[in-house]
């Protein structure tokens, strides 16, 4: 069932979307980074969790864009989906992304934050 699915490894994103037909949305959520192969399959490059769901020009602006870019060759291979959750804390999002990480073969790009850092 899984080889049927458009996502490699995955039931959560099954619309992988380019970056000009993106649209936001203020619900929290799971945004993945995805990139296709030659078989027409797309697998999952980076994932990660957000309150409101980013627009195209926060998704262009976002520091990890360029090695998105880079890591799928070009942009034209790159292609977003998202997992919403709108009921969930950023816990339970998180946990989302473990997941995903697992069965999918990534290592999410997330910037940790560091705001007490001393």
Partial sequence: MLQTLPVTNCMHFITPTRLEDWKSYNVAGVVGVLVGDENG???VLDAFDCDSIPSTSQLT????????????????????????MPKAERARRSDVITLLERSCGFTSNAVPAYAHAV
């Fill in 61 to 84: 602006s976002d520091e990890r864009f360029g090695s998105w870019v880079s890591a799928a060759g070009s942009l034209d291979n790159v292609r977003f989906d998202v997992f919403l």
């Fill in 41 to 43: 399959q797309y697998r």
